[in-house]
């Protein structure tokens, strides 16, 4: 399409000016293009500087170890699409620092190490989105990080949780400490409220008796109803999406897994609108700081004459300063 504007300008420019001399030709030629290929192009920022992206895109891998081969999988398959990435059974262990596992563009990783083996929770948030870790609404028992999110329409209550699959040893009551944990979120200033995460809790069984009976006691709504985890025999839903504000759901999708995984990446679009700023690089002078004395006497040492050579006004400043 391009190609054809640019063409069809061609012919007119080459008209219209055919009386003119040969460099007003070649200069007025090469305006017209570029002006053309910008137009077409759409890439012209009619109102540069703060925005608001329109939805709200947030997804959730069961990860099954968090490598450094896995995370260039999030890199390439996740990253270029999702505001937020939550994940669970990472694996990661407390001395593994946060620096090996960074992702461009995106907040420190927030972390939720199991103590023993396996598990574990993280959330990457992108680094335009202001969010504020809730310690509080953590538990020994439960593995799960919750956030506070600023929205244009309001704050916005994000969790992402992991339930182990039952077996000897692992705590017993995680719906009824969950289900605690929720009645607290009802104070909060955050009216709306997204769980994300692998519940192991597929609607056939006990437990997904259980989620669906928080659901209807804490007035949330399960958004994925097709499997998450596909083997040659089974096909069960164990990662779960929760909301208690359904008509700000957009849509949600359940796609392959990422890299070597045997849990399908879901995720959700939400119609909530996050102020976005522009990242950008100040200087800030430290002024407490200053050695006055020092700047006084290197003043007085100084040949001044040197930034006036220049009848550039801005190149003196420059100079001076």
């Known amino acids: 399409m391009t190609i054809g504007y ?3 300008y061609k012919l007119v420019v080459v008209r219209v000016v055919i009386a003119l001399p040969l460099l007003s030709i070649y200069i007025l030629f090469i305006l017209t293009t570029l002006l053309i290929m910008l137009y077409v192009g759409g890439d012209i920022e009619t109102n540069p500087g703060p925005h608001s992206s329109n939805c709200l895109k947030i997804c959730h891998a069961n990860i099954r170890s ?3 081969a896995k995370l260039n999988a999030i890199k390439c398959s996740l990253t270029n699409i999702y505001d937020i990435i939550t994940l669970s059974e990472n694996h ?6 946060n620096d090996v596992f960074q992702l461009e563009g995106y907040h420190e990783i927030i972390r939720r190490d199991r103590q023993a083996e396996g598990g574990g929770v993280a959330i990457y948030v992108k680094e335009s989105i ?4 809730l310690l509080n609404y953590e538990r020994p028992s439960i593995e799960a990080i ?11 209550l994000l969790c992402c949780a992991y339930r182990p699959p039952d077996r000897p040893g692992l705590p017993s009551d995680f719906w009824d400490v969950f289900e605690g944990v ?19 809790a597929d609607f056939k069984t006990l437990q997904g008796r259980k989620l669906l009976h928080l659901c209807t006691s804490q007035n949330l709504e399960c958004h994925i109803n097709e499997p998450t985890r596909i ?3 089974t096909a069960t839903v164990l990662d779960q999406i929760l909301s208690n504000c359904p008509n700000f759901v957009k849509s949600t999708s359940v796609d392959p897994p990422v890299s070597t995984n045997d849990h399908c990446t879901i995720s959700v679009l939400l119609n909530f609108k996050v102020l976005k700023e522009p990242a950008h690089d100040r200087f800030v002078w430290q002024y407490k700081n200053g050695n006055y004395n020092g700047f006084r006497n290197a003043l007085k040492q100084e040949n ?18």
């Open 231 to 233: 083997t040659d025999t």
């Open 182 to 200: 929720i009645d607290e979120c009802k104070n909060d200033k955050a009216k709306s409220l997204v769980i994300l995460g692998d519940l192991n």
């Open 146 to 156: 919750w956030l506070r999110l600023n929205t244009i329409q309001g704050k916005l």
């Open 92 to 97: 990661l262990k407390p001395n593994v620092p």
């Open 304 to 321: 001044f004459d040197k930034c006036f050579e220049t009848d550039d006004v801005d190149e003196a400043c420059k100079n001076w300063t």
């Open 6 to 8: 640019f063409n069809a």
């Open 66 to 68: 968090l490598s450094r």
């Open 130 to 133: 202001i969010y504020k870790r």
